[in-house]
């Protein structure tokens, strides 16, 4: 396969062993330091986003990714998936045109909004995308009227309640009492519905819901294929954890998936099967590194404990220069508790809150933690900040978005593009004056590995 490496170009390929992401947000923070630069940075480590796809195909083979473009919708990153063969979940006109503009074919996109704008049906017809959810009548009556030719999939609401992070069955999917009758509408407009979809949730916290759910999407396909329509596709959605610290592993999931699979559409009944993993494949790819732009020490008083007396202590308050405005939007839109982590050599710990910089007092990161003291000009660094960060991200009061890196490992960045033997060169950011270092082999992985030990995380 020939590939156009414009995109991907930015991505800086580091030689095995790749270091830990600790060190190499420490690199960037030396490199920023040494040309006096204190913006907000966010490095992506593509050869993580590498890793999960090849870990759905082993552990789910029956079920295609398709990714979920909403998530997070970094070029680099559906460059890479795209380039590795999967499919993307576009949620508008815009997502379907930045896919299409990455070379990917309109058969590889499923246009899984169940509530679409007439002129964005308009565009996907026009450029051929004909894979679409739908969930209510008057959507069957639009894409009727605009697309009669669409490949209709029916979104189902799982009922099963189950923890999730983030619910979606409040605003979308058919009840299982209603599948008859929305079916039937169909049949009398004469639509093509061709497939089941769900959706058990964004961040699940139980495997079982999945088992749930296809059994439920079981139902629905039998109700279709009795009223004579000809079902090929199950779309099991998104939900995948991908974060270490999520309440249930992927593999967990995919286990239980696989069995329900077995069950209810065997491999030899011809079913295609997709899924639309959105922050499975991004979450844990991201770290993003913020400078602390101010500082306020404060008195907080703290309840007595035996003699009942209160006591004050200092608090101390960072100012940092992003914040739920901007890339930890994700506190709000997706109840995400990131941590901050330090560098720093000392032990001891204070009372401490994070606070982003715009001039709103909602603009608060963590209203508490214990943090080394640390002043101005000094770094912190938050984990797994890939999934519905940036992509929700404004610049209200004038706030500028982090800078983007890309970092992958050379051997898995080869698993993709083997024959990409470009001489080893100086990489590009993706911003006009930031300047990326050079490859990373001896020398420099022996100064990151020293760097690293004088690394420590507040929340180790
Ligand atoms: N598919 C649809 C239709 C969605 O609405 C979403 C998220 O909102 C996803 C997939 C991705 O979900 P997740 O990131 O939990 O995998």
Not at 224 to 245: C, H, R, S, V, Y
Not at 262 to 276: K, N, T, W
Request: glycine letters at 8%.
């Amino acid at each position: 396969m020939k590939h156009n490496y414009s995109t991907i170009s930015v991505v800086q390929k580091i030689a095995s062993p790749m270091p830990c992401m600790s060190q190499l947000v420490q690199d960037k923070i030396d490199e920023f330091e040494s040309r006096g630069s204190e913006d907000a940075f966010c490095v992506g480590d593509i050869g993580d986003v590498i890793t999960k796809f090849n870990k759905w195909k082993e552990l789910m083979p029956r079920v295609e990714p398709f990714y979920a473009v909403k998530c997070n919708s970094d070029n680099v990153v559906l460059k890479t998936l795209a380039d590795m063969g999967a499919g993307f979940d576009c949620a508008s006109k815009g997502e379907i045109s930045q896919v299409m503009k990455l070379g990917v074919d309109a058969s590889r996109i499923i246009y899984a909004n169940p509530c679409k704008q007439k002129s964005f049906v308009k565009y996907a017809a026009k450029y051929g995308v004909d894979m679409m959810t739908f969930d209510n009548e008057a959507e069957l009556v639009k894409v009727k009227d605009i697309f009669p030719d669409a490949k209709l999939v029916l979104r189902i609401l799982p009922v099963a309640q189950v923890k999730v992070q983030c619910q979606l069955g409040n605003k979308f999917g058919c009840h299982p009492s209603n599948v008859r009758r929305l079916l039937l509408k169909a049949k009398e407009l004469d639509v093509n519905v061709m497939g089941v979809s769900f959706h058990v949730g964004s961040g699940v916290g139980e495997a079982q819901a999945f088992a749930y759910a296809v059994k439920q999407a079981h139902e629905a396909w039998e109700i279709a294929t009795e009223l004579g329509f000809k079902m090929t596709l199950l779309d099991i959605g998104g939900g995948f954890p991908g974060q270490a610290n999520a309440p249930i592993t992927f593999t967990e999931i995919a286990t239980v998936v696989n069995e329900a699979l077995d069950v209810y559409f065997p491999s030899g009944s011809g079913v295609r099967i997709i899924g639309e993993p959105g922050r499975y494949m991004v979450a844990s790819a991201f770290t993003l590194a913020v400078n602390i732009i101010a500082k306020r020490t404060v008195v907080k008083e703290v309840a007595g404990t035996d003699s009942g007396v209160n006591t004050s202590e200092p608090s101390h308050m960072y100012y940092v220069n992003d914040g739920v405005y901007g890339s930890f939007n994700c506190i709000i839109y997706d109840h995400a508790h990131p941590e901050p982590r330090v560098i720093s050599d000392s032990p001891d710990r204070f009372n401490s809150s994070v606070w982003g910089p715009t001039c709103d007092g909602l603009d608060c990161i963590m209203p508490e933690c214990k943090l080394p003291e640390m002043d101005v000009g000094q770094w912190m660094y938050f984990a797994d900040m890939g999934a519905y960060t940036v992509a929700a991200g404004s610049t209200f009061n004038g706030m500028p978005r982090p800078q983007f890196f890309y970092v992958c490992n050379e051997d898995l960045w080869n698993q993709v593009y083997p024959e990409h033997t470009a001489p080893k060169r100086r990489c590009e950011s993706m911003s006009a004056d930031a300047d990326f270092p050079h490859f990373m082999t001896g020398p420099d992985m022996k100064s990151l590995r020293e760097a690293a030990n004088s690394i420590s995380c507040c929340t180790e």
